[in-house]
């Protein structure tokens, strides 16, 4: 499985993206799909995720009410839309895909996409 990232740029505090990771083959019936991001000297961490089959979504606490996961199956393809953006979501975002349940440790993760720059200027 092969994952693309990309929807990245740079944006004002308050602003919105949507990030897109396209698939290169049907994943969704079987993986897991998840975004992490990796701030300036930070560690990577678990940002969103959608259960396999799509039901379920999940969320880190500093994101909920802002962001919203979702998938497309027909295009392969896993969003994330991102409101009210703040200086401190500036991170490489990466879209990951694991095969079974969600999971919030990158260490889980079966498949990786090359990441995406977000930058919030305030």
């Known amino acids: 499985v092969q994952l693309q990232a990309s929807g990245g740029g740079l944006v004002q505090a308050g602003g919105s993206l949507r990030l897109s990771c396209a698939a290169s083959?049907?994943?969704?019936?079987?993986?897991?799909m998840h975004w992490f991001r990796q701030a300036p000297g930070k560690e990577r961490e678990f940002v969103a995720a959608?259960?396999?089959?799509?039901?379920?979504?999940y969320y880190t606490d500093s994101v909920k009410g802002r962001f919203t996961i979702s998938s497309d199956n027909a295009q392969n393809t896993v969003y994330l839309r991102m409101n009210s953006l703040k200086p401190e979501d500036t991170a490489v975002y990466y879209c990951?895909?694991?095969?079974?349940?969600?999971?919030?440790?990158?260490?889980?993760?079966?498949?990786w996409g090359k990441g995406t720059l977000v930058t919030v200027s305030s």
């Open positions: 990951a895909a694991r095969r079974g349940p969600y999971s919030d440790y990158e260490s889980r993760m079966d498949y």
């Open positions: 083959a049907r994943t969704f019936s079987s993986y897991a």
């Open positions: 959608v259960s396999v089959g799509g039901g379920t979504n």
